[in-house]
């Protein structure tokens, strides 16, 4: 193969594209070559068993991925690879191309089949996870151990009484080389600007810190911690869960590989609870606690980003729903006031009229609420600060209640002027929900006072009403999100018990705070208060 390579090279004829291909695919092989003998080499060193069949098994990991991002035609670079190493390492020629043989077709057989079956290489999905503990760690991995162990055998480098612990120890080298190096390779490749918000940053660096710190002070030997019935490695368990469940495959995959290297570099040391007389032995227990390790959180960082990605579409879908809502609602609403002033005079049309438009601004308070709720719950409420005068605020919402609530009657004091850093359209937003429901909880003809008063950091806003007040043991639910009182419920006229959550949830953003004082039957004053922050002081 690459004679012919070669002999393409020296054609001057040739179209450029294709000396570069030609040359990029030698170049590319030859590094490959290069990484599997490296990397076969150092696994090599640990205790192979019958001198060849390792427990650390990089390369398949390597080839792998190599041949899923590269493509399939890059086998011969492993090919060559193994068969140098193992050469190197003793195997007369012919062994050594039967080894090399296996190692490559393993690598092949589990990057086709992986493609074949729609492997995603970028873990997207438990099924992705799942096709590859199957597909590539569980199955490829038994070629490269039957077709090498077998090589080992007819040349008469292994005995048949070794065979079965050669074969084995092949085997699951092989297939912890995929589970281990593998996703890492891909992950890096795939995601290498996955970005990580800001303040996850730390939190980032504390769960890589605590990962790092526990392995080491459980397998540097610096603690002395050999006592093999303690069961102290899965100490590390709960970062790795950590890891995986607040960041990505990349992350996730990093953190395994980085146990990996620290629990085998302790073990080959003789440090740690999986450390045994025999090195080949203490290699086996540490692999199986690599490999369940490697196994579990692959599959739950896969399984954590599925259930974001369904709750992004979910959001998505709620969003796109109510937006699409909003433009036929406000067509209804625009054709209505059109059709008002041609309507009979009769009281009944009137009323019918006016029953329309009602139900559609209910409509389009569910509609919002719903969008204000989704936008909360996916963290995306962005406040806007801008210097607010509270009184012209409170007076143009005041305005637009009087003349949208003709029933009631609005009335509102202050004794100061207070100008501060809010957000205009958020903090208005609160103030109509509490009138509204004012409005919707008292009777016809009653007052309702807004008051505005302020101390030295605070702004304070009431709303009064003279309705029919709530129950003490309800003063705190009416907070929380759906929350109706029982009565409430019954009414078949209410919203969705999202309008105070949402306002909450607004005035918390601007670092205050939301209240009531009610009694049954006595009304209620509904209280909300902002630090007071002064537009030159920002
Ligand atoms: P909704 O949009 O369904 O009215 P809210 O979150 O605005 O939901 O209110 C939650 C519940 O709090 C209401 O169902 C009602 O029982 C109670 N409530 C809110 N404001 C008042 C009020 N001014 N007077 C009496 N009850 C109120």
């Known amino acids: 193969m690459s004679s012919l390579v070669l002999k393409r090279q020296t054609i001057t004829v040739a179209p450029h594209l294709t000396v570069t291909f030609t040359l990029n695919y030698l170049l590319i092989n030859l590094l490959l070559l290069l990484i599997y003998v490296l990397t076969a080499k150092t696994g090599l060193t640990f205790d192979a068993v019958s001198g060849f069949a390792t427990l650390v098994w990089a390369p398949s990991g390597i080839s792998l991925a190599a041949l899923l991002i590269l493509g399939l035609k890059y086998w011969p670079g492993i090919f060559w690879g193994a068969f140098i190493a193992n050469y190197l390492t003793g195997a007369p020629p012919w062994v050594a191309f039967g080894i090399a043989t296996g190692n490559s077709l393993e690598a092949l057989l589990g990057a086709y089949f992986l493609k074949k079956f729609g492997f995603n290489l970028t873990f997207d999905k438990v099924k992705d996870a799942l096709l590859f503990i199957f597909i590539a760690v569980v199955f490829s991995t038994l070629t490269s151990a039957t077709v090498g162990t077998t090589s080992l055998l007819f040349g008469r480098v292994i005995n048949l009484s070794v065979y079965f612990s050669t074969w084995s120890t092949w085997w699951i080298g092989d297939g912890l080389g995929d589970l281990v190096v593998t996703p890492f390779i891909l992950a890096w490749v795939f995601n290498p600007k996955a970005k990580i918000a800001s303040v996850q940053i730390t939190e980032l660096a504390l769960a890589f810190l605590s990962l790092i710190l526990i392995s080491l002070i459980e397998f540097s030997g610096v603690f002395q911690i050999h006592n093999q019935s303690l069961p102290i490695a899965y100490t590390i368990i709960?970062?790795?869960?950590?890891?995986?469940?607040?960041?990505?495959?990349?992350?996730?995959?990093?953190?395994?590989?980085?146990?990996?290297?620290?629990?085998?570099?302790?073990?080959?040391?003789?440090?740690?609870?999986?450390?045994?007389?025999?090195?080949?032995?203490?290699?086996?227990?540490?692999?199986?606690?690599?490999?369940?390790?490697?196994?579990?959180?692959?599959?739950?960082?896969?399984?954590?980003?599925?259930?974001?990605?369904?709750?992004?579409?979910?959001?998505?879908?709620?969003?796109?729903?109510?937006?699409?809502?909003?433009?036929?609602?406000?067509?209804?609403?625009?054709?209505?006031?059109?059709?008002?002033?041609?309507?009979?005079?009769?009281?009944?049309?009137?009323?019918?009229?006016?029953?329309?438009?009602?139900?559609?601004?209910?409509?389009?308070?569910?509609?919002?609420?719903?969008?204000?709720?989704?936008?909360?719950?996916?963290?995306?409420?962005?406040?806007?600060?801008?210097?607010?005068?509270?009184?012209?605020l409170i007076s143009g919402v005041v305005s637009d209640m009087k003349l949208l609530s003709k029933s009631h009657r609005f009335v509102f004091q202050s004794k100061t002027e207070v100008t501060t850093l809010a957000d205009e359209y958020r903090i208005s937003q609160v103030l109509i929900n509490l009138l509204s429901n004012a409005v919707k909880y008292s009777a016809n003809g009653t007052k309702i006072v807004i008051k505005l008063s302020r101390s030295n950091h605070l702004i304070i806003v009431s709303v009064r009403d003279l309705g029919i007040g709530i129950a003490p043991k309800y003063h705190k639910d009416i907070f929380i999100q759906y929350f109706q009182t029982h009565e409430q419920k019954k009414d078949g006229n209410s919203g969705l018990g999202l309008g105070l959550y949402i306002s909450s949830q607004i005035i918390k953003a601007h670092n205050g705070q939301i209240w009531v004082k009610s009694k049954p039957g006595k009304g209620s004053t509904f209280y909300f208060s902002i630090p007071l922050k002064k537009p030159n002081m920002s």
């Not at 002033?341 to 601004?361: F, G």
């Not at 996916?378 to 600060?385: E, M, V, W």
């Open 238 to 392: 709960p970062a790795l869960i950590w890891i995986a469940l607040r960041f990505g495959i990349r992350e996730t995959s990093t953190a395994i590989l980085l146990v990996a290297i620290i629990t085998i570099w302790g073990t080959v040391n003789g440090f740690g609870i999986f450390a045994r007389p025999r090195l080949s032995e203490s290699l086996l227990y540490l692999q199986g606690f690599v490999g369940v390790n490697a196994f579990t959180f692959l599959i739950l960082s896969a399984l954590e980003k599925e259930r974001r990605e369904l709750e992004k579409r979910k959001d998505e879908f709620v969003s796109i729903v109510s937006h699409e809502l909003k433009t036929p609602i406000t067509a209804i609403k625009g054709y209505l006031s059109m059709l008002k002033p041609s309507l009979s005079t009769s009281k009944k049309e009137l009323s019918r009229a006016e029953r329309i438009d009602n139900e559609v601004d209910r409509l389009t308070k569910l509609i919002n609420d719903l969008l204000d709720f989704n936008r909360i719950i996916s963290g995306k409420i962005n406040l806007d600060y801008e210097p607010v005068s509270m009184n012209k």
